[in-house]
Every structure is written in structure tokens, then in C-alpha cells.
Nanobody
Framework: QEQLVQSGGGLVQPGGSLRLSCVTSGFSLADYAIGWFRQAPGKEREGLSC???????VYTDSVKGRFTISRDNAKNTIYLQMNSLKPEDTAVYYC?????????????????????WGQGTQVTVSS
């Protein structure tokens, strides 16, 4: 049974950093692209980043240069390092597994292209 279990959210001051983790099980992580999304209250789920199985990455403009996606296939874990956090980064964050091994340009930011999802973790950026 496929499972993604997230950890690492919380409250952080503006300018601070957090690292989110997502432990996967029930499938071979190395075979798939991975992604991170977020959803703020009253807004649609927003795609942030995608990493292909060959470790190539894409980022949406709002997080480029501040967030870093990574993976450790041996530990079945994916990460999102978030630096220089802003109040507008406040949202529930989700890890997800893409349907194929490569992030497909704009389709990498579409939630319907992902098969498995983490439970979500709250990130609040506030002073």
C-alpha cells in the first residue's frame, strides 16, 4: 500500500527556514518524479517544484531561489528546504508522487498529474 508521511512543518518568523520531509513506502521512489504543493485558505492547490528521477528540477517563480527540492531514494524520503520564508508562504504543504519519471514542463504543477499524496503539514510564517 502506497503511503507518504510528512513531517517538519510549524511556526517560523519571516526570513527563517524550515525543512519538510516526506517518507514514502509501498513503491519504488527511484522510479518516479516527485513534487511539492501548497494550499492557502480559500486558494487552489499550487504546484511549487518537481524533481525528475534523474534529479532535474523545476520551480515556480514564487519560490525559485528560496526553496530546494531533494530526494534520498535509499531512505525513501523527499525533502523541501525552505529559506527566506515570507508571510505569504503560509499554507498547508503537500508532497506528491508524479505519475511518470520525468516532470513534464507545465504539467508538473498540475495536481491531477500526481498519483499519491502526503497528508499535508501546516507552515505558518509570522512574527
Amino acid at each position: 500500500q502506497e503511503q507518504l508521511v510528512q513531517s517538519g512543518g510549524g511556526l517560523v518568523q519571516p526570513g527563517g527556514s524550515l525543512r519538510l520531509s516526506c517518507v514514502t513506502s509501498g513503491f519504488s521512489l527511484a522510479d518516479y518524479a516527485i513534487g511539492w504543493f501548497r494550499q492557502a485558505p480559500g486558494k487552489e492547490r499550487e504546484g511549487l517544484s518537481c524533481m525528475s528521477s534523474d534529479h532535474k528540477t523545476v520551480y515556480t517563480d514564487s519560490v525559485k531561489g528560496r526553496f530546494t527540492i531533494s530526494r534520498d531514494n535509499a531512505k525513501n524520503t523527499i525533502y523541501l528546504q525552505m529559506n527566506s520564508l515570507k508571510p505569504e508562504d503560509t499554507a498547508v504543504y503537500y508532497c506528491a508522487i508524479y505519475r511518470v519519471s520525468h516532470c513534464g514542463g507545465g504539467s508538473a504543477y498540475r495536481p491531477y498529474n500526481y498519483n499519491y499524496w502526503g497528508q499535508g503539514t501546516q507552515v505558518t510564517v509570522s512574527s
